[in-house]
């Protein structure tokens, strides 16, 4: 009989003890959630900012390759 009650007794503490691992675990879990969000959005900024200067400059290529074509074909016209 003694062998039981000690048992509820653990079951009891148990639970008592198990609902604050649970909170903890969310809050950090939560807290990791949002840290890696932030690190994300600033990554996605730093990569954004890049393929818009990559963007930019492939623009200007693009358009001194089109300045050199027509040149091109100007000079194979004439006599």
Known sequence: ????????DDDSEASVRGDHPTTDTRKLVQDISREVKK?????LGSL???LEFMSDQLNTMEQSI???????????RLP
């Open 66 to 76: 089109k300045n050199q074509d027509i040149k091109i074909k100007i000079y194979l």
């Open 48 to 50: 954004e900012t890049a």
């Open 1 to 8: 009989m003694v062998l039981e009650e000690d048992c509820e």
């Open 39 to 43: 690190a994300f959005k600033e990554e």
